[in-house]
């Protein structure tokens, strides 16, 4: 079989995506919903089967030929066995069944890509069949009939029919209506109880330009009060707390968590505490989700250069040691702003920098360059050593950063952290950073500890 061409984006479009809560339209799609998405479970876990046999085989003979990870291969393995191993296969889309086998073709290609160490992160292990119970139910449809209706609040999904959405469509149906914009596929998911349905589409959308296409800003984000601080061109600092709501819907969760643990399972009680928590579950990412969007889209619409610096957040969980405070990087979500403003600039026009992981941006003075070497987490307003001025940790760090200005290429910089600058005839141990600033000194160590980049 020939090489299959992947799907190119045609030039002035761009691909979004669009999220909808659902609702059943009438008795019988409650079940057609729950076959669709028991018939990608058994097609996964079938390709599994065949795979693992495969391998298996291969042990004792390696005469056996290998079975293709590839989609096709299982795909065409699944259309020649499925009347044998599954008679009732008509009763749902075929989307649900080719659902299942892509993404054990993904796991698949994970795991091998770990084990080889072509892939960053951690460790991945090998795939294992699904359950019911500890599945999350989704299914993706690329082909068949989906579309949105004109009403605006109703979506068409092949063999389960028409589904009621609880928001309007109309940010995806009107640009649909005027042919700028194509469905790719559609994904219906369960979550907490409820129905969404995930559609990827492209957009033509025509090229645009930030209000201060000139300017830069620098972000400093935290996981203390104060959730992010942002470093205008104007030298002006805007501190962006913590939600409020978050703290109480934590506090919330507790109580209903504690009340959950008195109930018998099973029991009416125990399925209604369930649905107390996941609202709560819910309303916390919401407000996530919202902080996040709205200081992005605030930022890439109006900074032609955006500078964020390189955050490693599961090593920031792993080094809190209480479970509380690993908790609290875990529900900043300070690792989606990152990937949020890469897109987001991208579409406006503008650009997104990202520091060194190792740049002391909370360490070293803005004003004079001064560097304070034993900077603890607690110390949120130091002295400086050279100065004598009191700098404030989080105000620092972002004006920093967004007077970063990258890497250096010069040989003479080859052993040098990157974003640094051992020029020639420079004392030995007192690097300086890469700028047309002279006084950016570093006073203390040639590389910055393993902290400086965190707050």
């Not at 129905?195 to 000139?214: G, H, Y």
């Not at 919202?290 to 490693?312: A, N, P």
């Not at 209480?322 to 503008?350: E, M, S």
């Not at 970063?404 to 290429?409: K, N």
Request: with cysteine.
């Amino acid at each position: 079989m020939g090489t299959r061409q992947r799907f190119a984006i045609p030039d002035g479009w761009v691909a979004r995506g669009f999220r909808f809560e659902v609702e059943p339209t009438s008795a019988e799609q409650p079940g057609r919903i729950a076959q669709a998405f028991g018939s990608r479970r058994f097609a996964y876990n079938w390709a599994l089967a065949q795979v693992k046999a495969n391998l298996d085989a291969r042990t004792t003979d390696p005469a056996v030929p290998l079975l293709a990870w590839n989609f096709y291969e299982l795909r065409r393995a699944w259309n020649q066995a499925k009347d044998a191993v599954a008679p009732w296969w008509a009763a749902t889309s075929k989307e649900a069944y080719g659902s299942g086998i892509a993404d054990l073709v993904v796991a698949l290609h994970n795991w091998s890509d770990s084990k080889a160490g072509r892939r960053a992160g951690g460790r991945v292990g090998f795939p294992r069949f699904k359950a019911r119970h500890r599945d999350h139910g989704r299914v993706r449809f690329t082909t068949g009939a989906m579309r949105l209706e004109p009403d605006r609040r109703h979506l068409v999904l092949p063999v389960i029919g028409r589904l009621r959405s609880k928001e309007n469509t109309r940010r995806l149906q009107r640009l649909a209506a005027k042919d700028r914009a194509r469905v790719l596929s559609m994904t219906l998911s369960e979550q907490g109880g409820r129905l969404f349905v995930a559609v990827q589409a492209i957009v033509c959308q025509q090229p645009q330009t930030p209000s201060q296409p000139q300017a830069r800003c620098g972000i400093d984000l935290g996981v203390g009060n104060e959730w992010a601080v942002v470093a205008h061109h104007d030298d002006t600092i805007e501190r962006i707390t913590h939600p409020a709501p978050w703290v109480e819907t934590h506090t919330q969760r507790r109580r209903v968590a504690r009340q959950r643990s008195r109930r018998i399972v099973g029991s009416r009680g125990h399925r209604q505490a369930n649905a107390k928590l996941a609202a709560l579950d819910r309303r916390a990412a919401n407000l996530r989700t919202q902080s996040i969007h709205t200081l992005t889209t605030r930022l890439s619409s109006r900074y032609g250069t955006v500078i964020i610096e390189d955050l490693d957040v599961a090593a920031m969980g792993r080094g809190m040691g209480r479970r509380a405070f690993r908790r609290t990087v875990a529900q900043a979500g300070i690792g989606r702003v990152r990937p949020t403003l890469a897109y987001k600039t991208a579409w406006a026009g503008g650009q997104l920098a990202v520091a060194d992981r190792w740049f002391a941006s909370s360490k070293i003075h803005h004003g004079c360059g001064g560097y304070l070497a034993d900077l603890t987490l607690r110390q949120r307003v130091w002295v400086c050593p050279c100065c004598e001025q009191t700098v404030d940790r989080n105000a620092n760090a972002a004006r920093n950063l967004r007077d970063w200005t990258g890497p250096v290429a010069a040989d003479s910089d080859a052993g040098c952290p990157a974003g640094w600058s051992c020029r020639p005839g420079a004392a030995r141990g007192r690097p300086r950073r890469a700028g047309p600033r002279s006084a950016w000194r570093v006073r203390g160590s040639t590389r910055p500890s393993s902290g400086g980049g965190s707050h």
